[in-house]
């Protein structure tokens, strides 16, 4: 079985799960996912079966996006609702939409986020979530994140009760960025504590929630024999590069990885290229790392047609 499968994750399941559930339910071992969810975010997780899983990198290069919520008045060690109360700030009077909006415009762009203690970012051999479940802080090298487009998406809604205010929003953003983060950011900026109070994502490796797929959906697919019929081809998580229609010489050379020259193949301000033959991938090359005027194999996907 080759191929790739946008899963919908449903809340209370690991990535892992997913992958561990669908090994039994497809009946094979060579399966990987293209970006974790954390259990109580659902959505869009794109899978990868057979070749398909050399492919993952290039499905985590695509820009996702998600809908959720964020609330203002307290914030949790996890920066979302399954966290501890760390700090409480109580809402004493509504925020304008108009400065909501305003806030959320400042993230639009490049921005510098540190990631959460509770990710899976490695800081000396050892993931920071196995420090915070040791109770330890750690200091967190800052990364480059890329936001496209930040908007409200509700009415901002000022609940004097428990003193707090919510609202929810869309955001598309580019890989590695922490949309928990995100939410803890923009209470900072309008003077709150806060967290994510609640995170869908809703496309992911070029799919959408319409493409995706529960497990039960896929269990029913596969005992009716239809799996097939929802398999993506691997080229699908290479739209967004540019394509190379090789000729039959050409495709020879490049099955068996030869070095071309660069300036035959990449125009303009090109590093990589996907070679295709008879509309099947075939290699992706990238420049040489010391001959800037070669290009070489970055990954071969097909040696035989």
């Not at 449903?10 to 669908?22: A, C, N, Q, R």
């Amino acid at each position: 079985m080759e191929g790739l499968l946008p899963v919908w994750k449903e809340i209370g399941m690991t990535s892992h799960d997913v992958v561990y559930k669908l090994r039994k339910i497809l009946k094979t071992k060579k399966i990987g996912h293209s970006g974790t969810l954390d259990p109580d975010v659902d959505g869009v997780l794109p899978v990868a079966i057979g070749k398909a899983t050399k492919t993952i990198e290039y499905m985590m290069d695509s820009e996702k996006v998600y809908t959720g919520e964020i609330t203002l008045g307290f914030s949790t060690t996890t920066e979302d609702r399954s966290g501890e109360i760390v700090e409480r700030k109580p809402v004493m009077e509504p925020v304008s939409e108009g400065e909501v909006d305003s806030v959320l415009q400042t993230f639009v762009g490049d921005i510098h986020q540190t990631p959460p203690m509770y990710s899976a970012v490695k800081v000396n051999g050892k993931r920071l979530y196995e420090y915070a479940r040791e109770g330890k802080e750690v200091e967190r090298p800052s990364r480059i994140a890329s936001v496209y487009q930040f908007k409200r998406t509700s009415s901002v809604i000022f609940n004097e009760e428990e003193q707090t205010i919510t609202f929810s929003f869309e955001v598309h953003c580019g890989k590695g960025t922490y949309v928990r983060t995100l939410a803890v950011d923009v209470g900072k900026s309008l003077g709150y504590p806060s967290h994510m109070s609640q995170l869908t994502r809703e496309s992911s490796g070029g799919f959408t929630r319409e493409q995706a797929y529960t497990l039960e959906e896929i269990k029913m697919l596969m005992d009716a024999e239809k799996i097939d019929n929802a398999l993506f081809p691997l080229e699908a998580a290479l739209n967004h590069l540019p394509k190379y229609i090789l000729t039959e010489d050409e495709y020879r050379n490049v099955k068996n990885g030869a070095r071309l020259d660069r300036q035959q193949y990449l125009t303009g301000s090109q590093d990589r290229l996907v070679f295709m033959f008879k509309d099947k991938a075939v290699a992706i090359y990238g420049v040489h790392p010391t001959k800037d005027q070669v290009i070489k194999p970055i990954k071969v996907l097909r040696n035989e047609l």
